[in-house]
């Protein structure tokens, strides 16, 4: 199974907003009772290219101002979702409905961690078991 989880550097730091990272960390989970969890790699996030990352402002509840009919907003998640589409789940700390559209069209599942792991490897380790 792959799990992409959004994240704003190579240190796996767990991004806030999955619409606005900069970076998906791919993870291979295998095994049977005893999962092992490895890094496959980092994927540049196609709808952050050339647009700065701020944490901050995407802390709080984020809410698209883009309607349905916005294709070209709607384009742009899109192509984030088809850089993850081999993956089978895409971990969150939030989404837009606009991410989580983009995800299902592309076959990948959202799953929401609220979980305290800023790590992304360390927070996939204690959901793991639910995907």
Same mark, same amino acid.
């Given at each position: 199974m792959k799990v992409a989880i959004p994240v704003v550097d190579d240190g796996l730091r767990i991004a806030k907003n999955a619409g606005h990272t900069p970076y998906f960390a791919v993870f291979n989970i295998g095994g049977g009772m005893f999962k092992t969890i490895t890094l496959e790699g980092l994927r540049a996030n196609p709808k952050m290219a050339g647009h700065e990352v701020d944490e901050e402002e995407h802390s709080g509840k984020h809410v698209c101002e883009h309607d349905a009919n916005d294709i070209e907003? *709607? +384009?742009a998640h899109d192509t984030m979702a088809e850089t993850i589409k081999d993956c089978d789940? $895409?971990? $969150? +700390?939030?989404a837009c409905k606009n991410t989580a559209n983009s995800m299902k069209e592309f076959g990948v599942k $959202?799953? +929401?961690y609220n979980g305290e792991k800023t790590n992304a490897k360390e927070a996939l380790g204690k *959901?793991?078991?639910e995907l």
């Open positions: 907003h *709607i +384009k789940y $895409v971990l $969150v +700390k939030m $959202v799953k +929401k *959901i793991s078991a």
